[in-house]
């Protein structure tokens, strides 16, 4: 196959490649080419299972059109104070600028109007000035929730806009190798996912954007062909699930809380991520079977309970120089633990030095929205100077 720019990975990076090239008048022809399916065939088994099956050959949650948020919320957080590098590649001017183009293509297909964390000035400066007496800093950060429903509704709108103006949509086709001739980039091979086809795009411009899951296969194809690259921070962390009344003051003046602390004695940046009030706790697998958490919450059916993240940040550079492949081996670690399930693990039992058993977490105030999830020993598989951060963290929130 021939073409003026193919794209590898139609999760946001993707799209938006192929979104900014038509709104700019660009005539050349785009192909994305995409592990997973098309967001309409997107399906998670879990719903009518109530487990994990595992899926095969990738999990439908983490994998297909629009990438792992349209079943993860679809939340904006419309601050460059929030989220990755950015704000210090481009300039945090130009990163929020950025910010508030993307969102209004957001509102062209269909996003919620309403943003939360703007019209409650008095209780905002309440919760700001509880945190800095708690050590932590309340990031001022607008939010816009989609809903995990409407987010794939969404998408799919998106979708159909970049198959209409004439871009190729490959679904159910992986990345394989770039094809490399004299130094210079001339397309990728591709693979289908049933293994019965393998393609030759050969491509002017060649766009990699394999986003969080792709990561590890990026850094293989950087070192094998010497692209220059660094290793980025990567954060390891558990979701926190409580009952709405805990956090319904934090909830309603907000909806999500950024807050950041650098908890004694370690000094690592700790933070809240992706705060779901009414939501549900969900597992997302990777590649090689490795099982991580996630949280989302629906527009309309809200459960007991809100779950939020808490993450701490690690940096490695010499003489380790692999952020993920660490986090990795902790995952397998915490999975090992928990069977291939989801550990979870009460606040207090931690506090104690105790696992928590199956009885034990069937008597709590707190019902986990994971049913599928294994009472055990969270501080098992986690390294100490990132429990004692969580921990000292937490108790800094509470």
């Not at 073409?3 to 192929?18: H, L, M, N, R």
């Not at 956090?247 to 370690?266: R, W």
Request: net charge neutral.
């Amino acid at each position: 196959m021939k073409t003026d720019v193919v794209i590898v990975g139609a999760g946001p990076a993707g799209i938006f490649t192929a979104i900014e090239m038509l709104r700019k008048g660009s005539k050349k022809k785009i192909v994305i080419v995409e592990k997973g399916k098309s967001v309409e065939n997107r399906r998670c088994p879990k719903n009518k299972t109530n487990k994990c099956v595992d899926c095969k050959p990738y999990c439908h949650i983490t994998t297909g059109f629009s990438g792992a948020g349209a079943f993860s919320d679809g939340k904006l957080s419309l601050s460059f104070e929030v989220g990755g590098d950015l704000p210090e590649l481009i300039g945090a001017e130009k990163a929020q600028e950025t910010i508030e183009y993307t969102d209004k293509i957001y509102l062209e297909f269909g996003a919620d109007e309403k943003i939360e964390g703007l019209d409650r000035n008095d209780e905002v400066k309440e919760i700001r000035k509880r945190a800095i007496r708690a050590g932590l800093k309340l990031v001022d950060c607008p939010i816009r929730h989609i809903g995990t429903e409407k987010a794939q509704a969404l998408y799919l709108a998106i979708e159909k806009y970049l198959q209409e103006n004439g871009v190729g949509i490959l679904f159910e086709y992986e990345c394989n190798a770039p094809i490399v001739q004299d130094g210079v980039c001339k397309g990728v091979t591709v693979t289908k996912s049933d293994g019965s086809q393998t393609l030759e795009i050969f491509a002017k411009h060649t766009v990699i954007a394999t986003g969080r899951r792709g990561a590890g296969w990026l850094e293989s194809v950087c070192e094998r062909y010497g692209v220059e690259h660094t290793a980025g921070v990567v954060d390891i962390g558990v979701r926190v699930e409580v009952r709405n009344e805990i956090m319904e003051t934090v909830n309603k003046t907000l909806y999500e809380s950024k807050l950041i602390g650098y908890p004694l004695p370690f000094k690592n940046k700790v933070r809240t991520f992706c705060q779901n009030p009414g939501g549900f706790v969900s597992q997302e697998n990777y590649d090689d079977r490795l099982a991580v958490v996630n949280g989302h919450s629906f527009k309309d059916l809200k459960t007991e309970n809100t779950n939020v993240s808490i993450l701490c940040s690690h940096h490695f550079s010499y003489p380790f120089n692999q952020p993920i492949a660490y986090a990795k081996k902790i995952g397998e670690l915490a999975n090992m633990l928990g069977a291939g399930q989801i550990l979870v693990q009460r606040y207090g039992d931690i506090l104690s030095g105790k696992r928590t058993w199956q009885d034990e977490l069937s008597r709590s105030n707190v019902r986990p929205t994971l049913k599928d999830a294994v009472a055990g020993d969270i501080t098992s598989a986690l390294p100490y100077r990132t429990m004692v951060n969580i921990i000292n963290f937490m108790q800094a929130v509470d």
